[in-house]
């Protein structure tokens, strides 16, 4: 979709981009330069926390979780000192 870069150097997203990215007015997105003719915008999330909040999760699971995995750590070290 083509936009128009008006004389303050603002774009218009384009009503079908702002739904598809469920953007409301005063949503925070950044805009990356790919090269000297392509941008990626990018919308943030409201709290970096809770965007990366559980992240790696299936990795935790894949080693039958936090508790055994510490566990299992700790069964290892005993076996340094000997």
Do not use: C, F
């Not at 936009?3 to 774009?11: A, G, M, R, V, Y």
């Not at 598809?20 to 990018?42: E, F, Q, T």
């Amino acid at each position: 979709m083509a936009t128009t870069l008006s004389s303050k150097h603002q774009i218009v997203i384009p009503k079908a981009i702002r739904e598809r990215m469920k953007l409301k007015a005063g949503a925070s997105v950044a805009l990356y330069p790919l090269d000297d003719n392509r941008a990626v915008l990018v919308k943030q999330p409201k709290s970096y926390v809770e965007a990366l909040s559980g992240l790696g999760k299936e990795v935790w699971e894949s080693l039958g979780g936090a508790d055994k995995y510490i566990k299992d750590m700790r069964a290892d070290r005993t076996l340094w000192k000997k």
